[in-house]
């Protein structure tokens, strides 16, 4: 098999040489018609030429599908669906809250988690787990605004956004949605267990966070 391969490679440069000479050669001949050049002489310039001009059609190939590709990734950096942008819970200066804050780490592990589920979950469309993020996220802040300061542990529970989401006038999502928004919920509390503890033990939701 690799004598075949290494025939066939041989043949292609012999063809491709006999191809390229035959059009010099051409070339050359017709130049000689009309300068006083040698066959040979003519030839070569000919030869010269056609490299000059297969230069400078590849630097221009070259730079056309750079120019492209750059297109193409500012194209592709326009719509950014990997994350919720922190503009989506704070417009303004004033809305940079602690309750803001939480909202935006936590939609956005929601979010995560959603977009990561197998089967139907995952494949649902992006605008719209970011929109059913955002809604059990608010569900799940209004729950750990009403928790004591003297929690032993600060977590969600299904039945909790579950009442939540009704007492908020919607119908209540499918358990699957809601044990993936959970769990999402209960990790992000984790993690930021510390400034969350503060923030309930003063009720300071509504002031600046230092966070943004």
Excluded at 30 to 52: C, D, K, Q, R, Y
Excluded at 130 to 145: C, N, P, Y
Excluded at 189 to 194: D, F, G, T, V, Y
Aim: charged share 25%; aromatic share 10%; hydrophobic share 45%.
């Amino acid at each position: 098999m690799r004598v075949l391969l290494l025939i066939l490679i041989i043949i292609v440069i012999i063809v491709s040489f006999a191809l390229v000479f035959g059009v010099a050669l051409g070339v050359g001949w017709i130049l000689t018609l009309f300068l006083p050049f040698s066959l040979f002489e003519a030839t070569l310039l000919g030869m010269i030429a056609a490299m000059i001009i297969w230069t400078i059609w590849r630097n221009i190939l070259r730079s056309a599908d750079t120019f492209d590709f750059y297109e193409e990734e500012e194209e592709e950096t326009e719509p950014d669906l990997d994350e919720i942008p922190i503009s989506r819970f704070c417009g303004t200066d004033a809305d940079r809250t602690w309750e803001n804050w939480f909202r935006y780490l936590i939609a956005n592990t929601i979010y995560e988690d959603l977009l990561d589920s197998p089967g139907w979950i995952g494949q649902m469309n992006e605008e719209y787990l970011q929109e059913l993020s955002i809604r059990l996220t608010d569900a799940a802040i209004a729950t750990l605004k009403r928790k004591s300061p003297r929690a032993k542990r600060v977590r969600v529970t299904k039945e909790m956004l579950k009442h939540e989401i009704t007492k908020m006038g919607q119908q209540p999502y499918d358990d699957d949605i809601l044990d993936t928004a959970v769990s999402a919920i209960n990790a992000e509390l984790i993690s930021s267990q510390e400034e969350l503890r503060e923030v309930i033990r003063e009720k300071s939701w509504d002031e600046p966070a230092d966070m943004f």
